[in-house]
């Protein structure tokens, strides 16, 4: 496609007018840009200077690791872990009712 004289002539008084436009716009994302920049280390300036929170105690508790692994599986799974280990024990009793004497003898070979 070739342009004419006559085109030529009206299209360069508005290839400045765009190029401006361009320039202003390049010129905007640059200085919003840089003010987010400042903004960011503002807020990050901020939270150096302060204390960050710490998690709460509960109330100087000490238990072991069982209790708190039975206290977080009773929480995420509904008793699941509390009901297995409730089955497991009633099995070895059972086991116990049927062998009395299973578990009290050992026996060494040499």
Known sequence: MSIRPVDLQVL????TDVGKSQHAADKSLITQQQQFGEQWQDISASR?????????VEGSKVR?????NRGNDNHS????MAK???ALNET??????????RGHLIDIKT
Do not use: L, Y
């Open 77 to 80: 799974s509904g008793g699941f």
């Open 92 to 101: 070895c009793e059972q086991i116990d009712v049927i062998d009395p004497a």
């Open 12 to 15: 360069i008084p508005h290839a």
């Open 84 to 86: 297995k280990e409730q």
């Open 64 to 68: 072991s690791d069982k209790e708190k």
């Open 48 to 56: 150096q200077q302060k204390v960050q929170n710490t998690a709460k």
